[in-house]
């Protein structure tokens, strides 16, 4: 049974910082393309931040800068470093998982994260 488990939301004042964390179980997880997505009410979800199985990253326009994706193959888990955070951050912060070479794709079940004074 895969699993994604996020960790780390809540409410920050502007300027402040999180980190989002996203452990994995079910799945081999060094193979997998990680990222991170957000839904902000009234709004698609979008892609955050990714992180490929090799390490490679790639992010939002509106969050370069300010937030950084990570991996920790050894303990199955993705973070999300969240610095100088905006109100329009808010959201439910979702995790997911991607092996296209195999058709999987998993998600979590979100975490909110709420920026304001």
């Known amino acids: 049974q895969v699993q994604l488990v996020e960790s780390g939301g809540g409410l920050v004042q502007p300027g402040g910082s999180l980190r989002l964390s996203c452990a994995a179980s079910?799945?081999?997880?060094?193979?997998?393309?990680m990222g991170w997505y957000r839904q902000a009410p009234g709004k698609q979800r979008e892609l955050v931040a990714g992180i490929t199985s090799g390490g490679s990253t790639n992010y939002a326009d509106s969050v370069k800068g300010r937030f950084t994706i990570s991996r920790d193959n050894a303990k199955n888990t993705v973070y999300l470093q969240m610095n100088n955070l905006k109100p329009e951050d808010t959201a439910v912060y979702y995790c997911n998982a991607r092996a296209a070479f195999m058709g999987a794709d998993y998600w979590g079940q979100g975490t909110q994260v709420t920026v304001s004074s």
């Open positions: 079910g799945i081999i997880f060094r193979l997998y393309a």
